[in-house]
């Protein structure tokens, strides 16, 4: 009964993870979506650093699992006090909810719905008529770019929390050797440390490089990490073995932690991008689903862990490295994303497959882009009049509808 519960548990708990997610991105505009995520993680932070201390003041799991559920009831007055996101509604052309969404906001504001809102309550009363059209998740498959860039974010997202473990493993396999390592309150804050700087991290890296340089910069450092373990200390450890080298076990336990501090740095921080990156391009009427995609991916990847624990760690030299060659695959993919940042939610699936690629290096002064974004490019219909009609293009127009530099 208690594992049935304890199931039932996290599966509820997802659906409120997944959720809340959602809505954080869809209520913030484009200049602060990231930074409210930052807020919320380190919200989550500051609970996992404060979970040990509740534990022993409650010494009893049955009183710490009591008070833990006691915030959740507040959640039961979601429901009548939490509004539906009017962004969801309105792609999903829920319209009638929308306009008693918009009056409810107008009369809290204390607005006047005539002056402050003119022009939109008349567009919206003309479009009651239309039904209701919730879109499926499945209708990613017969999409060009959609499937392809929610693909590479699950794969990322697999990668990263489960190659996570895999550090995070190599590093606590160290705690006979390491007196800091020797007791479980000494791992787990060090494991939520190196979250909590990866966080910190994350607010510089993505302000400066974006969300697909941020996400490349640390799949990159996550890859090297990875490939440094398995390749260059088994090499110090065959070398070790010479009594003329001068190296010993624990300079090879030395590097050994040191690179899975990095790794577990790093990881965190592409699993926790990957989530946010998909829910920043997949379009509104999709969003949960595609963030379920790639939070179950995510889950998956957290579930190789036990599955090792379960073998008697059989096989865990081999588990790194299929997940060290994904985090190289996943270099790859993850320049074909488009980048979010300062750019407005997708609300259709139209929307959605305008993402398009840009280039990671800004273009040189007189360089022509290969690939066009979608404010540049034209309509091509003059082009075809003007050459039936004989007249001649005008002054520094080229053939692809743009202005030489």
Request: aromatic share 10%; charged share 15%.
């Amino acid at each position: 009964m208690f594992s049935t519960l304890r199931f039932f548990e996290g599966f509820c708990l997802a659906g409120i993870i997944l959720t809340l997610y959602a809505l954080r991105i869809e209520l913030c505009p484009p200049g602060k979506r990231f930074m409210i995520t930052m807020v919320a993680s380190f919200v989550a932070m500051a609970g996992q650093f404060l979970m040990p201390g509740l534990a022993a003041l409650c010494r009893d799991w049955q009183v710490l699992q009591a008070l833990i559920i006691c915030p959740f009831l507040l959640m039961l007055l979601y429901w009548s006090i939490f509004p539906e996101s009017l962004r969801w509604l309105m792609a999903t052309q829920q319209f009638e909810s929308a306009k008693r969404l918009i009056l409810h906001f107008t009369q809290k504001n204390r607005m006047n719905p005539e002056g402050d809102i003119k022009g939109v309550m008349p567009e919206l009363e003309k479009e009651l008529s239309r039904r209701p059209k919730k879109v499926c998740i499945v209708k990613v498959v017969g999409t060009r770019n959609l499937w392809k860039n929610i693909v590479v974010l699950c794969v990322n997202s697999l990668t990263g929390y489960g190659i996570h473990h895999c550090f995070a493993r190599s590093m606590m396999g160290h705690e006979v050797k390491v007196p800091l390592l020797e007791n479980f309150y000494a791992d787990y804050y060090t494991t939520a440390s190196i979250a909590l700087v990866s966080c910190l991290a994350m607010c510089v890296v993505v302000r400066f490089l974006g969300r697909r340089g941020g996400l490349l910069l640390f799949m990159i450092l996550t890859a090297l990490a990875s490939l440094l373990q398995l390749g260059l200390l088994n090499l110090i450890g065959k070398y070790s073995q010479h009594p003329d080298s001068g190296m010993s076990d624990s300079v090879k336990d030395k590097f050994s932690i040191a690179f899975s501090i990095v790794g577990m740095f790093a990881s965190h921080a592409v699993g926790s991008l990957s989530v946010f990156f998909c829910a920043e391009i997949t379009p509104t009427v999709i969003r949960c689903g595609g963030l379920g995609l790639v939070l179950a991916s995510a889950g998956f990847g957290m579930l190789t862990a036990p599955i090792i624990e379960l073998h008697n760690q059989k096989g865990y030299f081999l588990h790194h490295i299929i997940f060290a060659c994904c985090t190289l695959i996943c270099i790859i993919c993850i320049l074909l994303l488009p980048e979010s940042r300062d750019q407005n939610l997708p609300e259709n699936i139209s929307n959605g497959e305008h993402y398009t690629r840009q280039p990671l290096l800004p273009h040189k002064k007189g360089e022509q882009p290969l690939l066009l974004t979608n404010a540049e490019l034209k309509d091509y219909s003059g082009l075809h009049d003007a050459a039936a009609s004989g007249d001649t293009l005008p002054e520094g127009a080229t053939a692809n509808g743009m202005k030489a530099m």
